[in-house]
Each structure stands twice: as structure tokens, then as C-alpha cells.
């Protein structure tokens, strides 16, 4: 069982992971439980940030400069209702490298580009593909990145959860029709990494969010019903957060934002 | 930069990752925010667990079910002072299966096995190299798993900080030179994975906290001034997490905890 160190742990390690081609770092907010997601090609060092918060856009700026990447895209996978979104801080904090915001044309929302189900954003050699998921709002879309075997679900599917559908253009149907086409038709093993989580679970698996889910692995007639009868309060945030993120969280900023970050949200 | 989804995807997705041979998640406890740890084998479904808490076994015993493991092993990576560790808890949550505790002889507390500097935990086809990084507390390990690049440090190195050394036979050169010698020396690629994080990162590594670390990437002197001044508080939880930790969770729990859990601490 427990014995002096032998060798073969120095050949185990020699031989690198293929997961070595590209960088990937999930950041958390505590305020509103959401995480951020940095992808990055290893060798050419261009990367993207999907979903940043506006509070937490100085942390996500230094950690693309300490691992001296070219930030491409800052990208949305929907129009937050509970957070500002830190896409425009982040194009000021890292304006020499002309980051351009992305999110889906059907959001409403604007932004540098705008993007579909079945669009291709690019890094360096790696591709995300965007996949159309609707339901929670009319514009969500998750991404895919293949080679990393990891889908973004934004708030179409967390884990063992999702997103509410009561609000935003919200219906059951429809998000559950988007999660088993879009989502639970990829491989088991794909990662799903959710906009949120509030048991401080960090990731899970298309399997066993196909297995586990305990509204999503229902029928369509169960799923609905436990939607309908979720009760949930109006969102704290939602009054303040749709205005600034339906421009990408760039004007329309409450007061004490615009006070603390008023300096660096004009361009250099 | 867009275009038409590409049929390179599926032939990148096609390549399963070598990460594949084993299983691993973080999780987080927003109280204190420490975050524990799960390694499995994705053969043998043998796993292990570092730095539980308490009030989220449960949760941790779930996705070990979920996941279909056979939890072997529940280590610590020390005697904690910042809230009490799950290892009781889940030994009993999942008492079927036989889960030993681990914990450093140094550290003085009670556990099933005891581990210092050299010696290997093995899960399934998979190990585990302990090595001895006191400083923070004389009883400090670090857990290293080459197979997957990378290393659990408890308190002894954070993500851009480490943890105090004034209490709890603290003392900042040791700390120093068990960072320096045992992680420092591991390859610049390995992934650092602390026991806790305040600001939402998740992760590290040994070559970004050898660059940006703002405590140990200072020479000796100035890191041991850097400790003396940090001027922390009294740590909340300390006085009941440390009778408790002594004797990993299981006993000399305070009594709120007692009658939370107290039927599922007796052994079915
Ligand atoms: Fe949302
Ligand atoms: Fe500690």
C-alpha cells in the first residue's frame, strides 16, 4: 500500500498530457457564484474568456498577462441577469491587444461579433464551436471545444440543475429540446462546465448530468412541471445587470461601478 | 475567424486526452473556502480524497456514488484551523467500503495510516508521492501525482500567497525552504492545487509561482519579513477545529455538528 518512492512515477510524468496543447483556468465569483472560463492555444498564446464578471475583471486582466497570453475574444453565453458582465472592463484593461466581445445574434444584445449555432471561433490553431441552446433566454448558446472535450453550457445546463425559465423570454420546452439536441447528443465524457454553481461543485460529465440531472433526465411533461413550480424569487441584480450587459457591460453601469471603474472603463 | 462548423473537430474530439486514465474534480466550501479534492482510477474506480469538510460530506459522498468510486483513501494535507475536516464523516457516509483516513506522523493527529516524506499512496493502477513541506504547520504534506502534473499543497503554497506562519508551530524559513526544495523543484508545468483560494482562482502552477508568487518568489530575508507583518487576525474557527481535526472529525465535534450529524457519525 505505502512504500519508498519508485521510479516509475518519474516515467508516468514524462510522458506530458495531451491536454498540455491548450490552457484552461475556471475562475469563481462568490458574489453571484458564476464561473469564468479562460481558453487558451499553448502554442501561439491567443486565448478567449467566456463570461467574466465586471468585479472580478482586474483578477481574469492580470492572469491573461501573468501567463503572457493575447486575449482574442471576451464571449457571453447569454445576456446575465445576475452579474454585469467584465467584457467591456476587460477590452479597456487589455486594449493593445483588440479584444473583440462575442455573443449570439439572436441575444438582442450588441457586441464586436455576433455569432450562431453552428458558427467557429477560433485561437491560435484550437476552435470552439458555438451551439444554439436556447430556453433560459432566447440567446443562450454554448460552446464547444472539441479538443479539450469540454461544452460551456452558460445556464442552459448547470450541474444536476439549470437555468430558470420564467423570465428573459425563459420557456421549459424549448430549453429542453435545446439541452438533449445540442448538449446530452455529445460524447459521455465531454466536460460540462456550467455559468454557475452553488454547492461549489466545479464540473461535471454529459453522462452524468444524461443520468443524475434531476429535472433534465425526466420526461418533457415532468421537466416542465417541476419548471412551472419552481417559485423562485425576482433576481436581486436583474434591473441593473440587463441594461449594462445587453451592451456588453460596456455603458449603463450603476453609479458605484461607474465611480470605481469610471477611470478605466475610458480608453487609454 | 468564423465560418461553417469544420469536420477537423471531430477528428481532434476523436483523440481521447490521456487524462482519461483517471478522474479528478475540485470542490469548494464557500465558508472557508477550501477546496477538497478527488482522484480516482477511471479503471479500477479506486479514489481518494483530499482535505474534506464537514459540512459538505454529504455532497462529497454523492458524486462518489454518482461517479461509481470506491473511496479507499480520505487525507489531509494537515491539521486544519480553519474549519473541521469531512474525513469522519465520509468514512462513516460511506463506511461500506472500508475508507481509510491519512494524515503526516508529523502532524501528531490520529488516523488509520500514517504517511511521511517518500512514502506513495496508491489507488487502482494510480500513486500518490507524499512529500513533507512543514512551515505552516509542522505536520504539512504535499501530495504529488505525476501522472497528471500535479500537486496538492495544502496551506504550505497558495495561488499567489501561502499560508501563515504564526500559529500552530509556524515558523516562515521552514515554510521557505519546503516550498523551495519540494515544489519549486517540480517541473515548471505541474499544476499547483491549494487547499484554499479567497479570490476564485482554482489553480496554479510551480512555474507561475516561482515568477509571481509575491511572498516566496522574494529571497529569504524578505519573505521572512513579509510574514512577520502580516498581522492576521485570531482565526475563528480554531478553537474547535483543532480538537476536532486531532482526531480527523470523528470526535470532539461542537454541538451544533453533533446534532446535525450525529446519526450518520454512528456506524450503520
Ligand atoms: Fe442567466
Ligand atoms: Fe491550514
Known amino acids: 500500500m505505502l512504500s519508498g518512492v519508485g521510479h516509475q512515477l518519474r516515467r508516468m510524468a514524462s510522458s506530458v498530457s495531451s ?3 491548450f490552457i484552461f ?29 465586471i468585479q472580478l475583471a482586474e483578477r481574469d486582466a492580470q492572469q ?3 501567463m503572457g497570453l493575447n486575449l482574442k475574444y471576451v464571449m457571453n453565453t ?33 457586441a464586436d461579433v455576433y455569432v450562431s449555432g453552428g458558427d467557429e471561433i477560433t485561437f491560435g490553431d484550437m476552435v ?8 433560459h433566454t432566447n440567446g443562450c448558446i454554448s460552446y464547444v471545444f472539441h479538443a479539450g472535450r469540454r461544452v460551456f453550457t ?19 420546452e424549448t430549453l429542453y429540446n435545446s439541452v438533449n439536441s445540442q448538449i446530452f447528443s455529445l460524447p459521455d465524457d465531454y466536460f460540462v ?9 466545479t464540473v461535471s460529465t454529459v453522462g452524468e448530468e444524461k443520468k443524475y440531472n434531476p429535472r433534465l433526465s425526466k420526461p418533457l411533461d415532468e421537466f416542465k412541471t417541476i419548471m412551472s413550480n419552481l417559485n423562485l424569487d425576482y433576481p436581486k441584480q436583474i ?6 450587459n445587453r451592451v456588453c457591460g460596456l455603458y449603463n453601469l450603476p453609479a458605484a461601478l461607474t465611480e470605481k471603474y469610471g477611470d478605466k472603463l475610458v480608453a487609454k
Do not use: M
Open 19 to 21: 491536454d498540455a496543447r
Open 128 to 135: 470552439v464551436e458555438v451551439r444554439s441552446t436556447p430556453g
Open 193 to 201: 462546465y456550467p455559468a454557475h454553481d452553488y454547492k461549489g461543485l
Open 78 to 110: 447569454h445576456v446575465h441577469a445576475d452579474h454585469i458582465t467584465g467584457t467591456g472592463l476587460l477590452k479597456k484593461l487589455l486594449a493593445c491587444t483588440n479584444v473583440k466581445s462575442v455573443i449570439s445574434k439572436e441575444s438582442g444584445a450588441e
Open 25 to 53: 483556468r475556471q475562475w469563481f465569483d462568490r458574489e453571484s457564484c458564476t464561473y469564468t472560463y479562460l481558453l487558451g492555444d499553448a502554442d501561439t498564446k491567443e486565448a478567449l474568456i467566456i463570461d467574466p464578471v
Open 154 to 172: 452558460g445556464d442552459a445546463l448547470l450541474i444536476r440543475g439549470c437555468g430558470r425559465t420564467d423570465f428573459q423570454e425563459g420557456n421549459s
Open 239 to 244: 434591473d441593473v445587470a440587463l441594461p449594462a
Open 64 to 66: 491573461v498577462q501573468d
